[in-house]
């Protein structure tokens, strides 16, 4: 069955390190996949997005890889603050369909 | 400004009652989502339109029914059918970029006493 997994327990670092968080998909052929961040009873904020022919994206103090092969991707922070403590989404996305599915997400806790 | 509104931000309805969340944006996308979310979860899909006057099921439908008379709305009904329906409901729109990012309201939280 197709299934989307993130780290599933919280990842807690501390203020200045670079967080990792994984999104692991079995069963999809993914033409992209987009990276969400989420506060406490809001919505999903749009953070980045990686088309299945690009390694790499960059944004600021955010990065993403896509890995096909390994049917991964990973979103890292750099130079992380206790304002990035959030829940973060990936999303996968095909190209014939509108259907945007999400993992589970992981909660980022940035200590001071 | 533009954006996704959806009304009422909290619910309370009793067992067997049918309920109506609104959803309306006015970014003139074309395309409309409705999400569910559970505790510590991510978002399931519900339905989907991608034009005015038709709309998808998606991964969790059963209970639920939507309609897209007008771009600019994608109203859900949670009906007495879905046996489990407390739980947060997100509405998202894009534009026709098979790409392009999800644009998120502020959610309804629906609780069945």
């Known amino acids: 069955s197709q299934k989307i997994e993130q780290n599933s327990e919280a990842l807690n670092i501390q203020e200045g390190k670079t967080a990792t968080l994984t999104c692991n998909y079995t069963n999809y052929s993914p033409a992209y996949l987009q990276w969400y961040r989420q506060d406490p009873g809001r919505g999903p904020v749009f953070l980045l997005l990686?088309?299945?022919?690009?390694k790499e994206k960059r944004k600021e103090r955010l990065k993403v890889t896509f890995d096909t092969t390994l049917k991964q991707s990973l979103f890292h922070i750099t130079a992380s603050q206790p304002a990035d403590s959030a829940t973060y989404l990936c999303?996968?996305?095909?190209?014939?369909?509108?259907?945007?599915?999400f993992g589970q997400g992981t909660t980022l806790q940035v200590k001071p | 400004d533009g954006g996704i509104t959806q009304s009422p931000k909290y619910l309370f309805r009793k067992e067997g009652q049918n309920v109506t969340l609104s959803c309306e944006q006015n970014l003139n996308h074309d395309a409309m989502y409705w999400y569910r979310q559970d505790p510590g979860q991510g978002l399931r899909l519900i339905y989907y339109s991608q034009i005015v006057n038709d709309f998808q099921k998606g991964d969790i439908a059963e209970g639920y029914s939507v309609s897209r008379e007008k771009k600019e709305s994608f109203p859900l009904t949670v009906t007495s059918a879905q046996k489990n329906p407390t739980a947060f409901y997100l509405c998202?729109?894009?534009?026709?970029?098979?790409?392009?990012?999800?644009?998120f309201g502020e959610g309804s939280r629906l609780t069945v006493l």
């Open positions: 990686i088309r299945e022919n690009e």
């Open positions: 999303a996968i996305g095909s190209s014939n369909t509108g259907k945007l599915i």
């Open positions: 998202a729109s894009r534009t026709g970029e098979w790409t392009g990012e999800l644009f």
